[in-house]
């Protein structure tokens, strides 16, 4: 069974912090990793994509990625109440077009 | 700007009755999706299409559910007869050669 694991939270966070979310994987032949962001009562909003080793910066999100230990996180900076909400992290699945979600971390940023 | 579109945002309607939900894909994705969103499964995928064609529909109960594309503008989910257990929102989402999956704004169902 090929799963996307993440902490369901709440993990909370002073305002001007960083949030680190992380999200491990089974399916070693993943190649696509993604971030969504769902604010309550609404749809996912996808935030993040990474697809190499490595760091990928947008603005305050930054997305890491390590293969080897199949592991993928997303760190917030300067977190603000307005990031808080579910982060769910999402891979794709070998051979297919379709992707495995987690659970959902909750974040809360606490003003 | 381009979006997903779903129709109804909300439906309520009464076990045993026809349900049908609607998904309009951004224009010149090839790709679509179906999930299910409940609090206790969380989203789980009930079935997709790429150029039109259904690739994988394990995910949905196929004694009531169906999904169709009938052409490149629209999908639609269809839930005949409901029952109280497929109370959730049901999202659409659709991709391009990306994989990028963009999700529509939902549908609330509520069977009583």
């Known amino acids: 069974q090929k799963e996307v694991e993440q902490n369901s939270g709440p993990l909370s966070v002073p305002e001007g912090a960083i949030a680190s979310l992380n999200c491990t994987y089974s399916?070693?032949?993943?190649?696509?990793f993604f971030w969504y962001r769902q604010y309550s009562g609404k749809s996912p909003e996808l935030i993040m994509s990474i697809y190499s080793n490595g760091d990928k910066e947008d603005g305050r999100f930054t997305a890491q990625l390590n293969k080897a230990s199949q592991y993928v996180s997303l760190l917030i900076r300067d977190s603000q109440p307005s990031d808080s909400a579910t982060y769910l992290c999402?891979?794709?699945?070998?051979?297919?077009?379709?992707?495995?979600f987690g659970t959902g971390t909750r974040l809360k940023v606490l003003a | 700007d381009a979006r997903v579109t779903q129709t109804p945002r909300h439906k309520v309607t009464e076990m045993g009755q026809e349900v049908t939900m609607r998904c309009q894909p951004i224009?010149?994705?090839?790709?679509v999706f179906w999930y299910r969103q409940t609090m206790m499964q969380g989203l789980e995928l009930l079935a997709y299409f790429r150029n039109r064609a259904p690739l994988d529909d394990s995910g949905m109960p196929k004694d009531r559910f169906s999904a169709e594309m009938p052409d490149a503008t629209l999908a639609t989910l269809k839930i005949q007869p409901s029952e109280p257990r497929d109370s959730a929102v049901y999202f659409c989402a659709s991709a391009s050669l990306s994989l990028e999956q963009y999700f529509g704004p939902g549908t609330r169902l509520t069977v009583t």
């Open positions: 399916d070693r032949g993943s190649q696509s």
């Open positions: 999402a891979a794709s699945t070998s051979g297919t077009y379709k992707y495995i």
């Open positions: 224009l010149g994705h090839n790709t």
